[in-house]
């Protein structure tokens, strides 16, 4: 069983930057994909970057495209969200997910359904 566990919210400037990490545990092989996800409060849920661990092909939504940027660290088993140029409308709760699969696209998939395990939220804050 795959399990994730988020970290690195806080609250920044407008203009800041954080990096929010994602260290999963258990059994991970390469045909997995790991998204970030966020929720904004009386939002939908919104994928916001993807990376396919076989071919670290990596997806953004167009709202992070250019500002954020996915990584990871295979000897920490660890998935990296750095996000640059923070805007007051990234405030969210955000989420990082497990899917099997090749494509960084799937966190595009209607209600992330692929996504079987989930970590804690953290919460980032953007002030004006």
């Known amino acids: 069983e795959v399990q994730l566990q988020a970290s690195g919210g806080g609250l920044v400037q407008a203009g800041g930057s954080l990096r929010l990490s994602c260290v999963a545990s258990?059994?991970?092989?390469?045909?997995?994909?790991i998204g970030w996800f966020r929720q904004a409060p009386g939002k939908e849920r919104e994928g916001v970057s993807g990376?396919?661990?076989?071919?670290?092909?990596?997806y953004y939504s167009d709202s992070v495209k250019g500002r954020f940027t996915i990584s990871r660290d295979n000897a920490k088993n660890t998935v990296y969200l750095q996000m640059n140029k923070l805007k007051p409308e990234d405030t969210a709760v955000y989420y990082c997910?497990?899917?099997?699969?090749?494509?960084?696209?799937?966190?595009?998939?209607?209600?992330?359904?692929?996504?079987?395990?989930w970590g804690q939220g953290t919460l980032v804050t953007v002030s004006s």
């Open positions: 997910a497990a899917a099997r699969g090749r494509s960084a696209r799937l966190i595009t998939a209607p209600a992330a359904s692929p996504f079987e395990s």
């Open positions: 990376i396919a661990l076989s071919r670290e092909n990596t």
């Open positions: 258990g059994f991970i092989a390469d045909d997995y994909v």
